[in-house]
């Protein structure tokens, strides 16, 4: 059964929250078109669909299906995913991870934050990002240095919370310079 409405609340509690991170991490206008493309019917419709509140429904739709088109379609469209970040290497002639531009590592920290505490309400931990990190880290997933530094970032907020860990990324270079 289809749950647009309470799908609905959910993408938009969890851009608000999204919203609120990337200010405090100085980055608001990424912030502010976060995750636009959940609302494009190609992500939506399978979203209130698979709906379940306590995880993503693109888990749902890959357990149905095998791949989440949704996932396919928004993965392609928002920087702030490591899996945006994959591309062809004319020397190797490998698909490899390309190194992901700071202000994008930051909307990931950000976005990863908000989501452990829709998910996760009121049993939240600021441990709970570094815990859903581990599943991949590690497992050559992201470009070396872009998975240091979110590892840095989700350890700092594990260890010392959301004040300093916000503190220590307004004072990271926001441009497109690159992680290292």
Same mark, same amino acid.
């Given at each position: ?45 399978p979203g ?68 452990s505490k829709?998910?996760?309400g009121k049993?939240?931990?600021?441990? &709970?990002?570094?815990?859903?990190? @581990? %599943?991949? +880290? #590690? ?8 998975? !240091? /530094?979110? &590892?840095?970032?989700?350890?700092? @907020? %594990?260890? +010392? #919370? ?8 307004? !004072? /990271? ?8």
């Amino acid at each position: 059964m289809a749950h647009p409405i309470q799908h609905f609340r959910t993408i938009t509690k969890h851009r608000h929250k999204v919203i609120i991170n990337c200010a405090r991490a100085g980055i608001l206008w990424q912030g502010l078109k976060h995750d636009l493309s959940k609302y494009s019917p190609t992500e939506f419709i399978p979203g209130a669909k698979y709906y379940q509140g306590t995880r993503s429904p693109n888990e749902k739709e890959r357990e149905i299906y095998g791949s989440s088109r949704a996932w396919m379609h928004h993965k392609g469209r928002n920087r702030h995913h490591y899996e945006y970040w994959n591309d062809y290497n004319p020397k190797t002639k490998q698909i490899e991870n390309v190194e992901m531009p700071i202000r994008f590592v930051i909307e990931m920290f950000c976005d990863r934050v908000a989501a452990s505490k829709i998910y996760n309400g009121k049993n939240y931990k600021d441990s &709970d990002p570094y815990t859903y990190f @581990l %599943r991949v +880290k #590690g497992k050559s997933r992201m470009h070396p240095n872009t998975e !240091k /530094l979110l &590892d840095t970032l989700l350890t700092m @907020l %594990r260890d +010392k #919370g959301e004040k300093e860990t916000f503190a220590y990324i307004r !004072k /990271l270079p926001k441009g497109e310079r690159k992680n290292g």
